[in-house]
């Protein structure tokens, strides 16, 4: 079993609906949770960072974090073709820091 | 603000040959981190530095690689010889600190094809 299990889609939705994309994750001892969205031909940016369980909003984005289940998820409302990438998770556990394979999102107009 | 900034952006290259990529980090940070990215394997890390010294090369696939920080501006990774199985999209990411769970940030890769 993988340290970070994340589905690699690929995912593809109607512009204007809600994207819910997710991770697994096998070691509690991971604190910090990251998403980043990776355009093609691009670097990992990061979008969401956030500590222990909870939800956090920036704008169209919604990152929530169940650690007692060791799952995350990112919520992508009225979602743009802008938004078409590849998002990957990652956490953190002191220096350790673990990615998701990445699942590939295609907004279509 | 200038990110992570990697060079070239692009190397074609054939089996053999010695092939260095080059990292500038953002200004400030201290630790810099090497990744490696394809289809089959995703995001793998290489070796990381905090205040340009190795902490972790445990990621570095073999002794054809290696890595050096000469100082806190600049960073290499350096393949010699190089294979075909060696290509794929070569990362540079930089953060703040190790401590206190910092993000890092990325660079856009080198994108690297051995011939």
């Known amino acids: 079993q993988k340290e970070v299990e994340q589905d690699p889609g690929p995912l593809s939705v109607p512009e204007g609906a809600i994207v819910s994309l997710n991770c697994t994750y096998s070691?509690?001892?991971?604190?910090?949770f990251m998403w980043y969205r990776q355009y093609s031909r691009k670097g990992p940016e990061l979008l969401m960072y956030?500590?222990?369980?909870g939800n956090k909003e920036d704008g169209r984005f919604t990152a929530q974090v169940d650690k007692s289940s060791k799952y995350i998820s990112l919520f992508i409302r009225d979602s743009q073709p802008s938004d078409s990438a590849t998002y990957l998770c990652?956490?953190?556990?002191?220096?350790?820091?673990?990615f998701g394979a990445g699942t590939r999102l295609t907004v279509k107009p | 603000d200038a990110g992570v900034i990697q060079s070239p952006r692009h190397e074609v290259t054939e089996m053999g040959q010695e092939v260095t990529l080059r990292c500038k980090p953002i200004?400030?940070?201290?630790?810099l981190f090497w990744y490696r990215q394809t289809m089959m394997r995703g995001l793998e890390l290489l070796i990381y530095?905090?205040?340009?010294?190795?902490?972790?090369d445990s990621g570095m696939p073999e002794d054809r690689f290696s890595a050096k920080m000469p100082n806190a501006s600049f960073s290499t990774l350096k393949i010699q010889p190089s294979e075909p199985r060696d290509s794929a999209v070569y990362f540079c990411?930089?953060?703040?600190?190790?401590?206190?769970?910092?993000?890092?940030?990325f660079g856009d890769g080198t994108r690297l094809s051995i011939l």
């Open positions: 990411a930089s953060s703040l600190t190790l401590v206190g769970n910092q993000p890092q940030h």
């Open positions: 070691n509690s001892a991971f604190q910090y």
């Open positions: 956030t500590y222990s369980s």
């Open positions: 990652a956490m953190m556990a002191g220096n350790d820091m673990r």
């Open positions: 200004s400030g940070h201290n630790s």
């Open positions: 530095f905090n205040n340009n010294v190795p902490i972790d």
